[in-house]
């Protein structure tokens, strides 16, 4: 059954692209909003994460935090994030028990890929509880960054 607004947001514990553990318990007492992603480097996951990125003062307004979590490994993550600027932590879910937790995973992907990370968009709340909540089935769709905004502005 999918994760929906109410729902306790499952915990995390997983590397930054600066080999720093993060856990979904270091954000208590603020917003958060987790991105998903397929994979680094790819169109449509850039074009996911420069929106977040160029929107970066909205959210700090909104007294929220950003991570962007993807299977792929720490230090791909760390090349990606340095070549396209990004200002927020990019999470490696390698093992992929987070992106199984929140329910954004395909079993298969494209090219014969298993186990990768749907593209999704959550915000959680203060409190840990999921005020929205989309996994998008087509990875060549976007979040509706619209609405996580009208969700934020009501927080």
Do not use: W
């Given at each position: ?12 514990k997983l590397f930054s ?81 987070t992106s199984k937790s ?34 998008l089935e087509n990875a ?16």
């Open positions: 059954m999918a994760l929906k607004k109410g729902d306790k947001a499952p915990n995390f692209s600066e080999k720093k553990e993060v856990s979904l318990d270091d954000f208590k007492g603020k917003n958060l909003i987790i991105h998903f992603f397929p994979a680094a480097f790819t169109g449509t996951c850039t074009t996911q994460l420069c929106t977040v990125r160029d929107a970066i003062g909205t959210y700090h307004n909104s007294k929220s935090e950003i991570v962007g979590i993807s299977v792929d490994s720490l230090f791909s993550l760390a090349k990606y994030k340095e070549e396209q600027h990004l200002n927020f932590p990019l999470l490696s879910d390698f093992n992929k028990e929140y329910q954004a995973y395909y079993d298969d992907f494209l090219f014969g890929m298993k186990g990768v990370s749907k593209r999704s968009a959550f915000v959680i709340d203060k409190d840990g509880i999921i005020q929205y909540a989309e996994v060549a769709d976007l979040p509706n960054f619209k609405a996580i905004d009208e969700v934020l502005e009501k927080l």
